[in-house]
């Protein structure tokens, strides 16, 4: 499917009398950069004209993509402060755009949040997206307003559910087999966790570096301290470290 890979908002004229007072427009001052991920092109032009405008919503809608590999494209290249992403797509679905994004989402200067926004309720769905990274999850029946007021509520840092989806994620986190807290990962950095996982999944060196916005002597810096910190000897041994953890 040939989609365009960005697109602007148009501005609407601003409504709502006390976030007029407080701003001058309908936006209340806030303002927030999305990109839509979706492979039905009509659902996407259904939300960027329902959130789309600007000047009224607060929202600029900066990309948008149908599959994985053009949203990890549009998501790498735009940089926004949110995706709104459905779990079912051409690629991978929405597990692989956040396994693919995992850097952007642990940048501490800027990061990338991830709203999933599905037709789907189903459990394992929203599991796997929220332990892939996202911060949310809302299905399709959601209002303009309430998808408007999740996206800057997920930009703040929230957590935010559709009230029945709450339930899986406390139940599924709550699980007795949940895994126990490893020392091991504790001592590594953030930062080093980035590496450990790239390494592990066959990542290079030079791919490493460009993937996490470093150079390559920064890269090795990092894997010594992961091999140092495990008592690791190489990254074949590492790799296998992670795979035990399922940490690929």
Aim: contains cysteine; hydrophobic residues 40%; negative net charge.
């Amino acid at each position: 499917m040939s989609d365009p890979t960005d697109t602007n908002g148009t501005a609407g004229p601003a409504e709502g009398a006390e976030a007029a007072q407080s701003s001058g427009d309908g936006t209340g001052g806030r303002h927030v950069r999305v990109v839509l991920v979706d492979d039905h092109r009509m659902f996407r032009t259904g939300v960027q004209a329902e959130i789309g405008r600007t000047e009224e919503t607060g929202v600029e809608v900066v990309g948008e993509a149908a599959d994985v590999d053009q949203a990890v494209t549009v998501i790498t290249a735009t940089r926004p402060e949110v995706v709104l992403l459905d779990v079912h797509l051409p690629g991978g679905g929405g597990v692989e755009v956040l396994r693919r994004c995992a850097p952007l989402m642990a940048d501490a200067e800027q990061p990338v949040r991830f709203l999933a926004l599905s037709v789907s309720d189903a459990a394992e769905d929203v599991i796997g997206v929220i332990r892939g990274g996202a911060r949310g999850y809302v299905t399709k029946t959601i209002t303009g307003t309430d998808l408007v007021n999740s996206v800057f509520r997920v930009q703040e840092g929230d957590a935010v559910f559709s009230p029945r989806l709450a339930g899986f994620v406390l139940d599924a986190f709550a699980s007795t087999d949940a895994p126990p807290v490893d020392e091991d990962l504790d001592r590594l950095t953030q930062r080093e966790r980035e590496v450990l996982r790239l390494i592990a999944r066959g990542y290079a060196y030079k791919e490493i570096a460009k993937q996490l916005f470093i150079s390559v002597k920064t890269v090795e810096s990092h894997v010594s301290a992961v091999l140092r910190k495990l008592q690791l000897s190489n990254r074949h041994e590492l790799t296998r470290w992670a795979t035990a953890r399922r940490l690929v």
